[in-house]
């Protein structure tokens, strides 16, 4: 599904895949993604597949359980002790604890939360004034 196209809380999820901090729920998730392939596709629930560590809501969770098992320091190196997150390239993190997400009200469409599509866009426009090269830095819409 072409990312624009999925509601703002979907598209965002598109990104979160890699812009956000994860791990898989179990073994068998990491075997099959590793044998056939990472099973998310634009439009699917990331957390079908996934487990997104956010320390606000899944703290106790036993996929971060059993992340902390492994690394004690897993949530204190990635996220402030407040929840936020704390390293770069994860913006999805940021995003799904901002005030403007959450306090998004239920349901589709174009005001349900801040679609990455709002600021982002994967490919340059034709009529962007921009060099290739400006407009990659940063990958940020014109209007
Ligand atoms: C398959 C993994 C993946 C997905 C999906 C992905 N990104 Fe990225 N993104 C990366 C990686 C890796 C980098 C770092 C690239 C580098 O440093 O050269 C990056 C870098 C960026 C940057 C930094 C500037 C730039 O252009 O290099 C922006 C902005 C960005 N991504 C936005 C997005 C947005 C918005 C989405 C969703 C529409 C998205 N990304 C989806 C992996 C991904």
């Given at each position: 599904m072409q990312p624009r196209r999925l509601d703002p809380r979907l598209s965002s999820q598109v990104c979160g895949q890699c812009h956000g901090i994860w791990e898989f729920y179990d073994r068998d998730g990491e075997r099959r993604a590793n044998s056939a392939?990472?099973?998310?596709?634009?439009?699917?629930?990331?957390?079908q597949t996934r487990f997104l560590a956010q320390p606000t809501v899944n703290a106790g969770a036993p996929a971060m359980q059993a992340l902390l098992a492994a690394d004690a320091g897993f949530i204190r190196d990635s996220f402030w002790?407040?929840?936020?997150?704390?390293?770069?390239?994860?913006e999805y993190n940021g995003l799904i604890e901002s005030p403007c997400f959450k306090n998004a009200p239920a349901?589709?469409?174009?005001?349900?939360a801040v679609p990455v599509f709002s600021c982002h866009t994967m490919h340059q426009t034709?009529?962007?004034?921009?060099?290739t090269e400006e407009w990659g830095t940063i990958s940020l819409r014109t209007a």
């Open positions: 392939g990472l099973a998310f596709r634009p439009g699917d629930e990331l957390l002790a407040d929840g936020m997150v704390r390293v770069s390239g994860r349901g589709n469409g174009e005001r349900t034709a009529d962007d004034p921009r060099a």
